[in-house]
Nanobody
Framework: VQLQASGGGLVQAGGSMRLSCETS????????MGWHRQAPGKQRELVAV???????NYADSVKARFTISRDNDKNAVYLQMNSLKPEDTAVYYC???????????WGKGTLVTVSS
């Protein structure tokens, strides 16, 4: 299983950015797809997750600003980030959780830097 995240970079506060995560090696199954992030000196935290049925859950800090979506045909997940803030600066990791065993798979991460 491989996850490849892309789309990170430098953006000014108030700007937008879209992250993509392409996966390979995941064959069928019930999988949640999501994004986590880890800021310098902080623990990794959940940003957003979308289930195979399209149900979504967001961290309070990104609600109404970020939108997660997935393409089940491509086994890909996306994160549209709007109204970015300096505190959104972090390495963003895409994640797949496959049920029924609940096995987690992680991508290498992509750095998002929001300048003030």
């Amino acid at each position: 299983v491989q996850l490849q995240a892309s789309g990170g970079g430098l953006v000014q506060a108030g700007g937008s950015m879209r992250l993509s995560c392409e996966t390979s090696g995941i064959i069928g199954g019930n999988i949640d797809m999501g994004w986590h992030r880890q800021a310098p000196g902080k623990q990794r935290e959940l940003v957003a997750v979308v289930t195979v049925r399209g149900n979504t859950n967001y961290a309070d800090s990104v609600k109404a600003r970020f939108t997660i979506s997935r393409d089940n045909d491509k086994n890909a997940v996306y994160l549209q980030m709007n109204s970015l803030k300096p505190e959104d600066t972090a390495v963003y990791y895409c994640n797949v959780k496959k049920y029924p065993l609940g096995i987690n798979y992680w991508g290498k991460g992509t750095l998002v830097t929001v300048s003030s």
